[in-house]
């Protein structure tokens, strides 16, 4: 059972477009982290949101937490070819395990 | 500050081969991850420990992989014998863990090739 479902799979879009990735759960999350991952190497924290409605920005990168902590967006604003990679979100259940729930993640190409 | 240290990087053995791959945390992270990611998905856990200790092996295959982390630092994982199924990037990771926060710090990865 995928607890976190990632859409979309793969996104293949021109330089300078915008576009949202989505992370949603029937479940509640005490915390969700977004990761990207370029290839061959290992996924690299981006940020971590906690609290309901919470909006996060990274330069052009805008993170939200859903106000019932079940789900999450990723706005990426005039997309660069360097923003390529596997984008993972991974939320936590707050049971003290320090084991994480982890997305299929979203592959995204930006084209030149 | 060190990153997550991983080796080999890559691998490439016969089926029925053995293979082991090392993973150096980041110092003073007490829990370590070991994770297989196949291409294009998301890591999927192998096994946990906090210090010495295997705390979530459950989706560990015990028939062929086995793992430890002596005096709770460094930390091993083997496949003997290696399947054609277990091509794939295995990732290790750690984070503070007793109190600390849920971020976890990848190493690069291994990328294993079983022909």
């Known amino acids: 059972t995928q607890l976190l479902e990632q859409s979309p799979q793969f996104l293949s879009i021109q330089e300078g477009e915008n576009l949202t990735v989505y992370c949603n759960s029937s479940s509640v999350f005490s915390s969700l982290q977004w990761y990207r991952q370029e290839p061959g190497e290992g996924p690299v924290l981006l940020v971590t949101v906690v609290t309901g409605g919470e909006v996060k920005k990274l330069k052009r990168l805008t993170f939200q937490f859903g106000d019932a902590r079940k789900d999450s967006s990723l706005h990426i604003t005039a997309a660069q070819p360097g923003d390529t990679g596997l984008y993972l979100c991974a939320g936590d259940r707050g049971d003290s395990n320090y084991q994480l729930i982890w997305g299929a993640g979203t592959k995204l190409i930006i084209k030149p | 500050e060190a990153g997550v240290v991983q080796s080999p990087r890559y691998k490439i053995i016969e089926k029925k081969q053995p293979v082991a791959f090392w993973c150096n945390p980041i110092?003073?992270?007490?829990?370590l991850y070991w994770y297989l990611q196949n291409l294009g998905q998301g890591p999927e856990l192998l096994i946990r420990y906090e210090n010495e200790e295997a705390v979530d092996d459950s989706q560990l295959p015990k028939d062929r992989f086995s793992a430890e982390r002596l005096k709770g630092v460094d930390s091993t994982l083997k496949i003997q014998p290696a399947e054609l199924g277990d091509s794939a990037v295995y990732l290790c990771?750690?984070?503070?863990?007793?109190?600390?926060?849920?971020?976890?710090?990848f190493g690069p990865g291994t990328r294993l090739t079983v022909t």
């Open positions: 990771a750690s984070s503070p863990g007793q109190g600390g926060s849920y971020e976890q710090y």
């Open positions: 110092s003073g992270h007490n829990t």
